[in-house]
């Protein structure tokens, strides 16, 4: 008999039923330090006093109102975006899903208004995730996501990760947008070097298409840069957000430029909870922490500590790991083993990991962890890998 939850997922035997900050508090007592963090939400840990003040404020004073009406909450995530960032303007939703379906809408739109309504089609890479929706699995276009769903969103061009030859081939005067990860994370934790992602922009600029940055898992703090993007000293024109900046809350963004946007007008699109007061108080606060310079040197030292560690900890598992790799708090571990195995073992070690494609173990902690707490997740994931190793 089919159970009642919907059984999309294969899920660990796990129930946590308390956070804090970086650990998760099991049903049965156990206390998991956790590496996941909701798959790069919890950016700020669980249960951040500064978050729950603000979720708490807001729900005494005002949920939902409606798109209608003005939300100062909006208000000023938004104008706290918009300072920190290339955009000029942002559009909220309540997830990646959602802000991959505006940026494919705003890029074609972009072009019929411009007079060139034939331009349609959006370049996209092997190996990507932008979500799960119609637009979405066409967008990432692999078989898995795609197969027995019928027809897909047509307008869609998928090339090899990293391929600028076939890039360049690939662009000609139907493409509207190019949509990339600066670094892939269901994908493998692959990241975009700098080079490809500068020599991306120039191509885009030389043939007036514009660029979508899926910054939905590696933005907000994660890479130590507000956003991945930044390291390679471009800008995109259209920017997916969710993930980190709601902090746990369902909350994403689209951010764009005033040209990028400018098809955009009243009427074109909505979302009933987009931006509503909750979430976007929430969001503000975030913001607070994490724009700070302060606090993303602070992940830029945690996460050179992690990686040196984890460095040491695959050399000291010749027989489990490959190599490490990433950026910032998002990293992978390459892996000899399946990575459903090593993810298993981290749970008896009390240690939690996310798997991910290309047999990697992602590493994607709250940016709040300290340097203790990264190295008793090195002790047990030590742990946890010697218990793979063959006697
Ligand atoms: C998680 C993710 C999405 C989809 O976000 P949802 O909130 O699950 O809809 C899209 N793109 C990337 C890169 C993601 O990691």
């Not at 090339?159 to 493409?175: M, Q, V, Y």
């Not at 949509?179 to 990241?191: D, Y």
């Not at 909505?270 to 992940?299: K, Q």
């Amino acid at each position: 008999m089919i159970s009642s939850v919907l059984p999309t997922y294969s899920r660990a035997p796990l129930s946590f039923v308390k956070g804090e900050g970086a650990w998760l508090i099991e049903a049965d007592g156990r206390r998991f330090l956790d590496l996941g963090a909701g798959i790069a939400v919890n950016a700020l840990g669980h249960a951040h006093p500064a978050l729950v003040k603000a979720l708490t404020d807001q729900a005494a004073a005002l949920w939902h109102t409606s798109n209608l009406y003005q939300i100062p909450q909006q208000q000023e995530l938004a104008d706290k975006l918009v300072e920190h960032t290339f955009a000029d303007t942002v559009f909220f939703t309540n997830s990646g899903t959602e802000s991959c379906e505006l940026a494919v809408k705003m890029a074609r739109k972009y072009f019929h208004d411009k007079g060139q309504p034939e331009r349609v089609e959006v370049i996209t890479f092997d190996g990507a995730f932008h979500g799960r929706s119609s637009a979405g699995i066409a967008a990432a276009g692999s078989e898995k996501m795609t197969k027995g769903f019928g027809p897909l969103l047509p307008g869609f061009v998928h090339l090899p990760f990293g391929d600028h030859d076939a890039l360049t081939a690939a662009i000609n005067d139907k493409t509207c947008a190019v949509l990339v990860e600066p670094i892939q994370g269901e994908g493998g934790i692959r990241p975009l070097p700098d080079a490809c992602l500068k020599g991306l922009r120039d191509l885009c600029d030389e043939h007036g298409v514009l660029m979508i940055l899926d910054e939905v898992q590696c933005g907000v703090g994660r890479t130590g840069r507000l956003f991945a993007h930044e390291w390679a000293g471009v800008t995109p024109d259209i920017m997916m957000v969710a993930k980190g900046i709601g902090g746990g809350f369902p909350l994403g963004a689209v951010l764009a430029t005033e040209d990028a946007a400018s098809g955009m007008t009243a009427g074109t699109h909505g979302s009933t909870y987009g931006g509503n007061p909750l979430g976007c108080a929430i969001g503000a606060r975030v913001m607070d922490i994490i724009a700070d310079p302060e606090f993303l040197a602070e992940v830029q030292r945690k996460s050179a500590l992690l990686r040196q560690k984890l460095e040491g900890l695959v050399a000291s598992h010749p027989d489990v790991f490959e190599s490490v790799r990433g950026a910032g708090m998002m990293l992978g571990l390459k892996c000899k083993v399946a990575p459903g195995d090593l993810v298993a073992a981290g749970y008896a070690a009390e240690v939690i990991t996310v798997p991910a494609a290309d047999n990697v173990v992602r590493l994607l902690p709250p940016l709040t962890i300290t340097d203790a707490e990264i190295a008793e997740a090195i002790t047990r994931l030590d742990t946890a890998a010697g218990s793979l190793t063959p006697a």
